[in-house]
């Protein structure tokens, strides 16, 4: 199985002097076990629990001190209790035992010296007054599908993930980084479905691992419905919001439903809640602190794109254009560029943000917006001239800065640009393949414009 960049988060955790036990979160089939076990081999000793497993969920429905489930873990699993520093212990599957999770505790109380991750599904729907979260006991981290860079260990482009690395990008690799992103923006970042084609760079062959994904997702998804009516209901959110992803939603109707704002509204939550969608909420502030508008239509964001691509049929479309942005009217690199933002956020409660300006006449709005050292930097997905981009030029009338950035199908510039009133500022344009490098280019542009 391919590296993925959440081992080095993990090495820094176990790193820490108050470490404190970590729980992976994310949607099934995002790979949390795969890396576990990979960050494993850094451990002498490796405790691995299942607790969707009868024998592996015995020792905590029976708990009743942490020094006895500690001695019956390290027996159960022949290893030695004298080790317990050099021991990772993974508790996988864990929301299928919700005192585990109270008992996480324990670990940080009384046997910080051992290494715990647990992971699981829908957590969220944990939360109620029959549990007692250990809060302040327990950090998080998410696992997100494969960004581009993962994708590109996965094949074993070296050289190309060592140019990607470079800042600026020469030009000469420009070509070469294109063609393998329109490969990344096809298949999507689902680790099952890049391992697959990986070893057999099989398009054809991928469509079974789709199907398959998706139905596991609603079959799972399903399970915390609460009548027969909401299950129809989950059902028909989890159908329709991969075709509704990348776009502006309204839960009245949502993919032409005959159901209610409030039915649709839950379904979508409990699909959140899976992390399977974000329903983001557009901002309408050109300063920091973000300050969502939840009174707006929000914008919707599906796990993975290529889950996206295949649901959508253009998959072929994808294969046979020089740029991503006339496909799916742009909806679907505007997508994948909201994807690769989110792969380098690892915290709980990173998401993605947008900006719109609406009036009786028109609307303004801005694709992302990107903290930056205290600034919010706006961000585009287009293609064309600079002349098409007015809701740029009005979002910089109001910014207190003079910087923004472009993601299109060409090559690494800076231009000059103005506001509809006149404002000067600084456009960087970056090919789309650069998304992930969005932090080491915008320290780049400030050497570039002087700031």
Same mark, same amino acid.
């Given at each position: 199985? %391919?590296?993925?960049?959440?081992?080095?988060?993990?090495?820094?955790?176990?790193?820490?002097?108050?470490?404190?036990?970590?729980?992976?979160?994310?949607?099934?089939?995002?790979?949390?076990?795969?890396?576990?076990?990979?960050?494993?081999?850094?451990?002498?000793?490796?405790?691995?629990?299942?607790?969707?497993?009868?024998?592996?969920?015995?020792?905590?429905?029976?708990?009743?001190?942490?020094?006895?489930?500690?001695?019956?873990?390290?027996?159960?699993?022949?290893?030695?209790?004298?080790?317990?520093?050099?021991?990772?212990? %993974?508790?996988?599957?864990?929301?299928?035992?919700?005192?585990?999770?109270?008992?996480?505790?324990? %670990?940080?109380?009384?046997?910080?010296?051992?290494?715990?991750?647990?992971?699981?599904?829908?957590?969220?729907?944990?939360?109620?007054?029959?549990?007692?979260?250990?809060?302040?006991?327990?950090?998080?981290?998410?696992?997100?599908?494969?960004?581009?860079?993962?994708?590109?260990?996965?094949?074993?482009?070296?050289?190309?993930?060592?140019?990607?690395?470079?800042?600026?990008?020469?030009?000469?690799?420009?070509?070469?980084?294109?063609?393998?992103?329109?490969?990344?923006?096809?298949?999507?970042?689902?680790?099952?479905?890049?391992?697959?084609?990986?070893?057999?760079?099989?398009?054809?062959?991928?469509?079974?691992?789709?199907?398959?994904?998706?139905?596991?997702?609603?079959?799972?998804?399903?399970?915390?419905?609460?009548?027969?009516?909401?299950?129809?209901?989950?059902?028909?959110?989890?159908?329709?919001?991969?075709?509704?992803?990348?776009?502006?939603?309204?839960?009245?109707?949502?993919?032409?439903?005959?159901?209610?704002?409030?039915?649709?509204?839950?379904?979508?939550?409990?699909?959140?809640?899976?992390?399977?969608?974000?329903?983001?909420?557009?901002?309408?502030?050109?300063?920091?602190?973000?300050?969502?508008?939840?009174?707006?239509?929000?914008?919707?964001?599906?796990?993975?794109?290529?889950?996206?691509?295949?649901?959508?049929?253009?998959?072929?479309?994808?294969?046979?254009?020089?740029?991503?942005?006339?496909?799916?009217?742009?909806?679907?690199?505007?997508?994948?560029?909201?994807?690769?933002?989110?792969?380098?956020?690892?915290?709980?409660?990173?998401?993605?943000?947008?900006?719109?300006?609406?009036?009786?006449?028109?609307?303004?709005?801005?694709?992302?917006?990107?903290?930056?050292?205290?600034?919010?930097?706006?961000?585009?997905?287009?293609?064309?001239?600079?002349?098409?981009?007015?809701?740029?030029?009005?979002?910089?009338?109001?910014?207190?800065?003079?910087?923004?950035?472009?993601?299109?199908?060409?090559?690494?510039?800076?231009?000059?640009?103005?506001?509809?009133?006149?404002?000067?500022?600084?456009?960087?344009?970056?090919?789309?393949?650069?998304?992930?490098?969005?932090?080491?280019?915008?320290?780049? %542009?400030?050497?570039?414009?002087?700031?």
């Amino acid at each position: 199985m %391919f590296q993925r960049k959440l081992l080095k988060e993990l090495t820094d955790w176990m790193k820490k002097p108050a470490r404190k036990p970590l729980v992976l979160r994310g949607a099934r089939q995002v790979g949390k076990t795969t890396v576990v076990n990979q960050f494993a081999q850094q451990f002498s000793q490796y405790i691995y629990l299942n607790l969707e497993l009868p024998e592996d969920r015995l020792p905590f429905d029976n708990f009743s001190s942490i020094e006895l489930l500690l001695q019956t873990l390290f027996f159960a699993k022949n290893q030695l209790i004298s080790k317990k520093e050099q021991t990772l212990l %993974f508790i996988d599957e864990i929301q299928a035992v919700p005192k585990a999770l109270q008992i996480l505790r324990f %670990f940080y109380e009384s046997a910080p010296e051992i290494a715990v991750i647990a992971a699981g599904s829908m957590l969220e729907t944990l939360f109620d007054k029959h549990i007692s979260f250990p809060v302040g006991r327990v950090e998080y981290k998410v696992v997100r599908p494969a960004s581009f860079p993962e994708f590109l260990a996965a094949i074993n482009e070296k050289t190309a993930l060592e140019q990607l690395e470079n800042v600026p990008i020469p030009s000469f690799a420009h070509i070469k980084m294109r063609q393998l992103f329109h490969q990344y923006a096809l298949i999507g970042g689902m680790p099952e479905v890049v391992q697959h084609y990986s070893q057999f760079r099989d398009l054809t062959a991928l469509s079974p691992i789709y199907d398959a994904l998706l139905t596991s997702y609603s079959d799972d998804v399903e399970k915390y419905a609460h009548s027969g009516s909401q299950t129809q209901h989950i059902r028909h959110a989890m159908s329709a919001a991969f075709g509704q992803a990348g776009k502006r939603i309204k839960f009245e109707g949502f993919g032409n439903s005959p159901y209610k704002s409030r039915e649709m509204g839950e379904a979508l939550r409990t699909l959140e809640k899976a992390l399977l969608v974000q329903l983001i909420y557009p901002e309408t502030s050109a300063i920091l602190p973000f300050n969502p508008d939840l009174k707006k239509s929000p914008r919707l964001q599906v796990l993975d794109t290529g889950l996206m691509n295949y649901l959508a049929g253009i998959q072929i479309d994808i294969l046979g254009t020089t740029d991503l942005n006339s496909v799916y009217q742009g909806t679907m690199i505007e997508h994948l560029i909201g994807q690769e933002i989110l792969s380098k956020q690892y915290l709980a409660l990173g998401s993605l943000h947008f900006w719109v300006k609406e009036k009786n006449s028109s609307t303004a709005e801005i694709d992302f917006l990107y903290p930056y050292q205290g600034k919010l930097i706006p961000i585009e997905v287009k293609s064309g001239t600079d002349g098409r981009l007015k809701s740029l030029h009005q979002f910089m009338d109001l910014a207190p800065h003079t910087m923004a950035v472009r993601f299109y199908a060409g090559e690494v510039t800076i231009t000059n640009s103005s506001s509809i009133e006149g404002k000067p500022y600084y456009l960087l344009n970056l090919p789309y393949y650069l998304a992930t490098q969005i932090d080491n280019y915008l320290d780049w %542009f400030q050497t570039q414009i002087g700031l």
